[in-house]
């Protein structure tokens, strides 16, 4: 985040269950807090619906997608 200009943009994912959705918004937002920067979130996506989301089987959703603009 350090390197990206304050009203650029961030695109990170991560694609495997093992790290939870709250997991990785808090991993983003600890980094933004260490870089003194703010965030303003652009889109937050998951899988394409032909992977389902099944809600009592946590390795069903694995895809977490972010952009976010750094000021």
Same mark, same amino acid.
């Given at each position: ?9 961030? $695109? ?6 093992? $790290? ?52």
């Amino acid at each position: 985040m350090r390197l990206t200009k304050p009203g650029g943009f961030l $695109v990170t994912a991560s694609c495997t269950n093992l $790290v939870p959705p709250d997991l990785f918004l808090k991993t983003i937002e600890m980094a933004a807090k260490d870089a003194k920067r703010k965030l303003r979130q652009v889109t937050w996506q998951t899988q394409a619906s032909d992977h389902p989301i099944v809600w009592h089987i946590p390795s069903t959703q694995y895809l977490k997608f972010l952009i976010v603009q750094v000021l």
